[in-house]
């Protein structure tokens, strides 16, 4: 069944607009209480978020309707999400928010949410939350001493900064190792460097004057040409750029070339498992990640396991399978060894120790395989279902079994934005090129 209220990753949309509302968020603050409840102690929720000028309203809103169905509000002020999923455990909460619209722009804003033990929710507990968000919430409002109350946790990022520096091996140190952080203006501005500096790195920091506005404004990991630059100009040994609220990582090496997810995931898997560490004898990613990954990582004798898109279902595949590392494209990588989600500092970290221990640069670890060529496109529709249309249909019915096992094709409704994405990927370059725009065309005349 469709969900009216979240999308691939939680609740997002334009804040105050027709969607994400302060009236929303004091019913989702209700809702979730609710459904999280457990026991008759004190029930707390922690809340971070990155820095939208938007968070302070949705922040208040969400904390009002804690408090209104008996919960405590832990407040921990601008926060990589990953380091809310492990401040949740590490605080004891009965739930854990991150006020984030990810890499969108800074009108966006959304709502993550994890539970006790910093996973993210499944399907069914989504679906029971938009219940509770439909039902009349003021029968189930709390009075009296059972009101909740809001308390700041100041300096709560230095908990997650040492938690960050733990996930590399005992007296690690990157003295000498020139490095760029492009912190996209969002959660991880302060963190993030100062991390890398007290493990010793030379740092030069991109993104870490946030305003309210301009989060993700020319910076971080979906527009990297100024990290790029500033890797060229200082000669530094890698580029490490994040979103807004720091769960993905697009890596930048000596050359200012740019490293995926992908070659990211396959880099640390082939150190991991020249270590033994790799658990459950494979690996997950999406069905976005380039085919020559897939080679690659069942060329070691490991397993691929492929799922929706979406780092939650990645983490999903991984507890099923036993795996330790998983990720996307985009650069959410995952490493249960350390973390419930992605988490774009801890990743880097674990390149930066790879460049150390093998002495060689971020170019060759990264180059573990020749990439598949691969189209993605994005579509904007207003409204509808294109990819209902029999027409539409039919052209990708056409597309697949002319490409047959020589390619993959990927069509899907964004969960987050009013588009809709395409992905080929084959060995014939240009007969990739020609079924995308065959879909796009259809796409086109439909919607």
């Known amino acids: 069944m469709a969900k009216k209220y979240f999308g691939t990753d939680g609740i997002r949309g334009l804040a105050n607009g027709k969607k994400l509302t302060p009236d929303l968020a004091l019913k989702i603050g209700m809702a979730t209480g609710l459904a999280f409840m457990r026991g008759d102690h004190r029930n707390r929720v922690v809340i971070g978020k990155d820095t939208r000028r938007s968070g302070y309203l949705i922040e208040n809103a969400l904390s009002a309707g804690f408090n209104a169905v008996g919960m405590d509000v832990y407040r921990l002020g601008p926060m990589p ?13 009965d739930l854990g928010v991150m006020i984030s619209a990810s890499h969108n722009q800074f009108e966006d804003n959304g709502i993550k949410l994890f539970r006790p033990d910093g996973n993210k929710l499944c399907d069914k507990i989504e679906h029971e939350i938009e219940a509770l968000i439909d039902s009349d919430l003021e029968k189930k409002l709390v009075t009296g001493r059972k009101i909740g ?4 946790i100041d ?5 997650y900064l040492e938690y960050a520096k733990r996930t590399l ?25 100062e991390a890398l500096k007290e493990l010793g790195a030379k740092v030069f920091s991109l993104g870490v004057t946030p305003n309210g506005y301009n989060i993700n404004d020319g910076v971080g990991s979906t527009a990297t040409k100024a990290a790029q630059e500033l890797v060229l100009q200082e000669k530094a040994d890698i580029g490490i750029a994040l979103d807004g609220d720091a769960d993905r990582v697009i890596i930048i090496d000596e050359k200012g ?3 995926d997810g992908d070659q990211l995931m396959a880099a640390i898997t082939q150190f991991w498992h020249e270590k033994n560490k790799v658990l459950g004898g494979g690996i997950a990613a999406t069905i976005m990640s380039n085919l020559g990954l897939e080679r690659f990582i069942t060329g070691l004798g490991l397993d691929f396991e492929r799922t929706k898109v979406g780092d939650r279902y990645v983490l999903e595949a991984m507890r099923n399978k036993g795996y330790n590392i998983g990720g996307e494209q985009s650069g959410h990588i995952i490493l249960s060894d ?18 150390q221990e093998k002495n060689i640069p971020v170019s060759q670890i990264c180059n573990c395989f020749e990439k598949v060529p691969q189209l993605l496109r994005n579509i904007k529709f207003n409204g509808g279902e294109p990819l209902q249309s029999e027409k539409v249909r039919q052209v990708i019915l056409k597309s697949e079994q002319s490409l047959g096992e020589a390619g993959r094709l990927v069509i899907r409704k964004s969960g987050t934005e009013p588009l ?28």
Request: aromatic share 6%; hydrophobic share 50%; proline share 3%.
């Open 149 to 152: 109350r809001v308390k700041q």
């Open 420 to 447: 809709i994405r395409i992905m080929g990927q084959g060995d014939n370059e240009a007969q990739i090129v020609a079924i995308v725009d065959d879909i796009e065309q259809a796409i086109r005349s439909v919607s």
């Open 257 to 259: 070339q740019i490293v």
């Open 169 to 193: 091996p005992r007296f690690t140190e990157f003295t000498g190792l020139k490095v760029v952080i492009d912190c996209a203006n969002g959660a991880a501005y302060k963190v993030a460097p």
């Open 338 to 355: 350390f973390s419930t989600t992605g988490d774009g500092l801890v990743a880097a970290l674990q390149l930066l120790h790879i460049m």
């Open 81 to 93: 999400t990953p380091a809310v999923a492990m401040l949740t455990r590490s605080l004891r909460a």
């Open 155 to 159: 300096e709560a990022w230095t908990r």
